[in-house]
């Protein structure tokens, strides 16, 4: 199995920063993109930032500017740096990895539990 644990969510003012890291664990033979989802409620889960295996990011436009997703590949590690937030930025944020478990096995989607964000104005 594949786990994902987020950390780095909590309580922050305006215009104040957080930053959210993910760590998968388990059967991991390669991981192939990672990324932040978030679900505020009664919305639908939104992709926020996700890296590729190469490196190469892609933002919402709701957040381009604001958000950083970098990842640490020997340590299947991806970050979330988010600056500049904003009320409408609270919700319970999702780390998702696409996880090939072993060479014989197809990848497939893995998420983690999720963190709360609350930005307070």
């Known amino acids: 199995q594949v786990q994902l644990v987020e950390s780095g969510g909590g309580l922050v003012q305006a215009g104040g920063s957080l930053r959210l890291s993910c760590v998968a664990s388990?059967?991991?033979?390669?991981?192939?993109?990672m990324g932040w989802y978030r679900q505020a409620p009664g919305k639908q889960r939104e992709l926020l930032a996700s890296v590729t295996s190469a490196g190469s990011t892609d933002y919402a436009d709701s957040v381009k500017g604001r958000f950083t997703i970098s990842r640490d590949t020997p340590k299947n590690t991806v970050y979330l740096q988010m600056n500049s937030l904003k009320p409408e930025d609270t919700a319970v944020y999702y780390c998702?990895?696409?996880?090939?478990?072993?060479?014989?096995?197809?990848?497939?989607?893995?998420w983690g539990q999720g963190t709360q964000v609350t930005v307070s104005s």
């Open positions: 388990g059967r991991i033979f390669s991981i192939n993109a």
């Open positions: 998702n990895a696409y996880v090939k478990p072993t060479i014989w096995e197809r990848a497939q989607d893995y």
